[in-house]
């Protein structure tokens, strides 16, 4: 006997009215039709049933800080780092609590069980690092929250930020972060790689850097940083963050650059809201709008995840919680419009930021965890397209949100009726 059978559920794999049983929080029966009794069942009328979405890239920390102490008027990320600078000091333990969940409740909503946040190190009182660590425990019986020791103002750039990096690992974060292109000179961000890649090693943790997020075609630490996670053997274990120089390289260089990324088995992880609002602010016209080359290295094989980076916070004034948000922008910004193209967009939001981040049981085979999405939308494709209500959220089993379908009735004379969002497929045909 199951606990739950969902029935009638279209996979993001396109197969169509199939059935997933769930017993003790796992999924133990994927089929067309499963016959057996449950103590719950859940018809999905067709719906698409996929896997939680997931956040590879975030910053919990500096979330619903909007206009704390005042707002970032040039729009700059440069001007957005100066702001948090000014905020940090006032940063209490319970208000960063307090933010974070109210920011989580609304990722949960969304169908986003899973964030990876970047933590600020560089207050030598780390009280981000130990609200952000009582905020991993609070959150999850229903989120799964990763956190990086980030060094927002450097490495090496910030006094004392060293030791304060080795003190969050040693509380327990579990990633090793950095920022190269914030140092103040190209071989101090060479250095920075190098000596957090090592720490990385020495402890048997993962790396997850801010990497040339910047306009400047030389800013390159994204090469140094393939070719120490080759020299430590992190193969696996590295992500490189944002990579928006890369817009405005020059292709010859970029093809070396991409299959030396592809060898070292390191992962991409780009963030267009956020860097479409904020790269290109020095241009006129022509104007860069510093978005990472996504289609180029999804070809060449590198990992690609997409991340929602901030809402409402010193840099972005922006932000849902999701991350059909996020691949929508993607679709746009690299024009990669087809069903195929959205599709991969989808798993960059799914079961790509799953692998990065290393999550254990998640999926929809036979075996994984039962956490699920049931979408107002037929496929992944039109799921992009419609950023559709997110009708049950399940955790282990367990339905923890619900939101209603989304449905207009119109009492226009002669087209009266009801206005389902999912209005038309792709070579539809009408009498």
């Not at 691949?327 to 990669?336: I, K, L, P, R, T």
């Amino acid at each position: 006997m199951f606990d739950l059978i969902i029935r009638n559920a279209s996979l993001p794999d396109g197969r169509r009215n199939m059935d997933i049983g769930i017993a003790k929080g796992v999924i133990t029966a994927v089929d067309q039709s499963i016959s057996s009794e449950a103590g719950q069942i859940l018809d999905a009328v067709e719906n698409l049933v996929a896997p939680p979405f997931v956040d590879p890239h975030f910053h919990m920390d500096a979330t619903l800080s909007l206009g704390m102490p005042r707002m970032n008027v040039s729009g700059t990320l440069l001007e957005g780092i100066a702001l948090w600078g000014e905020l940090r000091p006032t940063l209490t333990r319970e208000a960063l609590v307090q933010r974070g969940l109210r920011y989580c409740d609304l990722a949960v909503s969304k169908g986003l069980l899973a964030v990876r946040s970047h933590v600020d190190v560089s207050d030598p009182r780390l009280v981000t690092v130990e609200a952000m660590l009582e905020l991993r425990d609070l959150v999850a019986p229903y989120l799964d929250l990763q956190l990086v020791a980030f060094p927002q103002d450097g490495y090496y750039r910030s006094p004392g930020a060293q030791a304060s990096l080795v003190r969050a690992l040693d509380m327990g974060v579990e990633i090793v972060g950095g920022i190269p292109h914030f140092e103040r000179t190209m071989e101090e961000g060479r250095a920075s790689v190098e000596a957090l890649c090592r720490i990385a090693a020495d402890r048997g943790l993962m790396v997850d850097m801010h990497c040339d997020e910047t306009d400047d075609p030389m800013s390159r630490h994204v090469e140094t940083l393939a070719a120490q996670t080759m020299r430590f053997g992190l193969q696996g274990r590295v992500a490189g963050s944002h990579l928006t120089s890369m817009h405005s390289m020059d292709n010859y260089y970029v093809s070396k650059l991409l299959p030396l990324m592809a060898e070292s088995g390191m992962a991409a992880i780009s963030n267009p809201l956020i860097n479409m609002m904020l790269q290109g602010r020095h241009d006129t016209y022509p104007k860069r709008r510093g978005l990472t080359r996504i289609p180029q290295m999804i070809e060449a094989g590198i990992p690609v995840g997409l991340g929602q980076d901030c809402v409402m916070d010193p840099w972005y004034s922006m932000g849902t919680g999701d991350l059909l948000d996020v691949a929508n922008m993607a679709v746009h910004a690299s024009q990669m419009g087809s069903v195929a193209d959205k599709t991969t967009l989808f798993d960059a939001v799914t079961v790509n930021s799953a692998r990065i981040l290393g999550l254990d049981g998640y999926g929809l085979e036979v075996g994984c965890n039962a956490d699920l999405v049931i979408l107002q939308a037929r496929d992944p494709a039109e799921a992009i397209r419609l950023r559709p209500a997110r009708l049950h959220v399940i955790r282990r089993g367990q339905i923890i949100a619900q939101t209603a379908p989304s449905l207009s009735v119109l009492n226009i004379p002669g087209r009266a009726g009801h206005v389902d969002p999912a209005c038309f497929a792709p070579g539809q045909k009408f009498d």
